[in-house]
């Protein structure tokens, strides 16, 4: 039966923290930091499939292609951040040769017509291997995320090598506007699955492909924060919070036994506990708590403004002050409290990557993802000495 904040609770043994490795910052590292996300192997997979894909397009027509160097690729890269911070509203207007809107650093890195070229190429995949994956398209062998596939697994794994998160962790969604044409039911937009430290340090991330990837035969959410929420990577004792899209029964049960969970709970889903005559309404009084214990499961009903539901399996039924200007306080869930303070993560992320970023219009998405793996290398290097 539902209780309020009279009836006793029972009090479980809390996880122990136990890391894989020590949390924060992981050795060696230099002052360069940003520099050892795209090292020299990803500056050299740039150049090659950038300088394969123009002799491939222009085969048997007279043109005369001068091939990327790495040492250009780190140039245009430099630019890319350097536009960040100065922002124009198109690229041709950073070579301007007028003297009162001239900008004179980028016309001595390089040529307008050549970081125009440069852009225009750029390619992250074997243009050879994107043929073959091209014509596996209607089968289940086809991978719609090759063309970018090389960097966001190398993007991956330097995000969790550089730095092994704390004990507090959100999962939620970003979504990074697009114009390109994308085989998505949302045309505009290109849709990630992240894993971020409080702080805001992406740990790590998937790209969505669609509903036609799920793996576990379970929702979306179980499969998304399954893949994410790696214990053989973090080890046990943390604690993961995130909204009610990715919140079941299910998923709590298989991971509750090495991690803390605590989330906003949806009424009505298969495997929640509901009552009709225990329902918080309207009228019901602000700071009202209604609570209901399965086992190590707490499911937590608490009126603020509207109903705010929690389930959760590390804290006992405590009550803390919630201030307000017009009274003293009123009781709140603990659960209610952590999740305020700890569910920031990804909203402090993102917030740090749209400041200053390096995203320009294009017409082909695999840019506008490499743009934004840009973005999270420079922004992890920015939260790494912090």
């Not at 009836?7 to 923290?17: G, R, V």
């Not at 960097?151 to 550089?162: G, H, S, T, V, W």
């Not at 209604?290 to 190590?296: F, P, T």
């Not at 201030?323 to 402090?348: A, C, F, I, S």
Request: aromatic share 12%; net charge positive; glycine share 4%.
């Amino acid at each position: 039966a539902w209780k309020t904040t009279l009836d006793p609770d029972i009090t479980f043994p809390l996880l122990k923290f136990k890391p894989k490795r020590a949390p924060g910052v992981q050795p060696p590292l230099n002052s360069h930091l940003s520099t050892q996300v795209f090292f020299d192997e990803v500056l050299k997979l740039l150049c090659n499939n950038s300088n394969n894909a123009v002799i491939n397009h222009c085969s048997g027509r007279n043109f005369a292609w001068r091939q990327i160097t790495i040492e250009e690729i780190k140039k245009y890269l430099g630019l890319l951040l350097y536009m960040a911070l100065l922002e124009l509203p198109k690229v041709s207007d950073f070579w301007r040769k007028n003297k009162i809107f001239y900008v004179p650093l980028p016309s001595t890195v390089m040529s307008r017509n050549r970081f125009m070229v440069i852009s225009s190429n750029l390619h992250i995949s074997d243009p050879a291997e994107d043929a073959l994956n091209d014509q596996k398209k209607g089968t289940g062998d086809h991978d719609c995320l090759h063309r970018v596939r090389p960097l966001l697994e190398i993007m991956r794994n330097r995000c969790m090598a550089f730095y092994h998160p704390k004990q507090h962790l959100s999962v939620d969604y970003r979504m990074v506007a697009t114009k390109a044409r994308i085989a998505k039911p949302t045309k505009w937009e290109l849709k990630f699955f992240v894993l971020v430290d409080v702080n805001g340090y992406t740990v790590d991330f998937s790209l969505y492909q669609g509903k036609s990837t799920a793996v576990s035969g379970n929702r979306l959410s179980y499969d998304v924060v399954t893949s994410l929420v790696s214990k053989d990577y973090l080890g046990s004792g943390y604690i993961i919070y995130f909204d009610n899209f990715y919140t079941s029964p299910v998923l709590f049960r298989y991971l509750s036994r090495d991690l803390g969970l605590v989330a906003l709970n949806q009424q009505g889903r298969v495997g929640v506990p509901t009552a009709a005559e225990y329902a918080l309404h309207r009228r019901s009084r602000r700071g009202s708590i209604q609570w209901i214990r399965e086992d190590y499961l707490l499911f937590v009903k608490w009126m603020d403004t509207r109903e705010v539901s929690i389930c959760a399996n590390v804290h006992p039924v405590e009550t803390v002050l919630r201030w307000k200007k017009t009274e003293d306080g009123k009781h709140q869930k603990l659960p209610v409290g952590q999740y305020n303070k700890y569910m920031g993560g990804v909203d402090n992320s993102d917030q740090m990557l749209g400041t200053n970023s390096t995203k320009r219009r294009t017409k082909r998405w695999p840019v506008t993802v490499f743009q934004h793996f840009l973005d999270i290398a420079v922004t992890n290097s920015f939260m790494l000495p912090r």
